[in-house]
Nanobody, 115 residues
Framework: QVQLVESGGGLVQAGGSLRLSCAAS????????MGWYRQVPGKQRELVAA???????NYADSVKGRFTISRDNAENTVYLQMNYLAPEDTAVYYC?????????WGQGTQVTVSS
């Protein structure tokens, strides 16, 4: 079983920054993908940023140039540095991990950006 624990969400003013963390633990044999989605009530969950199995990164167009995903392989931890936050970034952010064809999700962390 794999557990994902997120931290770092909160309330910030527009233009501010937050850093999210996601630590994975448990029976992890290989990580194919790891990253972040976000969801606004009434809308589908959307990909924000992720590492692929080859080590490259994917970003949603809406966050390119503002968000940066990074990781600590030794700690199975992924980070999301979010700069120049805007009210439309307000959402619940979920960490996810794909390992051995299974998808695991964190519990979500709320990010609220006030105008």
């Amino acid at each position: 079983q794999v557990q994902l624990v997120e931290s770092g969400g909160g309330l910030v003013q527009a233009g501010g920054s937050l850093r999210l963390s996601c630590a994975a633990s448990g029976s992890i044999f290989s990580i194919n993908r790891m990253g972040w989605y976000r969801q606004v009530p009434g809308k589908q969950r959307e990909l924000v940023a992720a590492f692929t199995s080859g080590g490259s990164t994917n970003y949603a167009d809406s966050v390119k140039g503002r968000f940066t995903i990074s990781r600590d392989n030794a700690e199975n931890t992924v980070y999301l540095q979010m700069n120049y936050l805007a009210p439309e970034d307000t959402a619940v952010y979920y960490c996810y991990l794909i390992s051995d064809l299974r998808v695991y999700w964190g519990q979500g962390t709320q990010v609220t950006v006030s105008s």
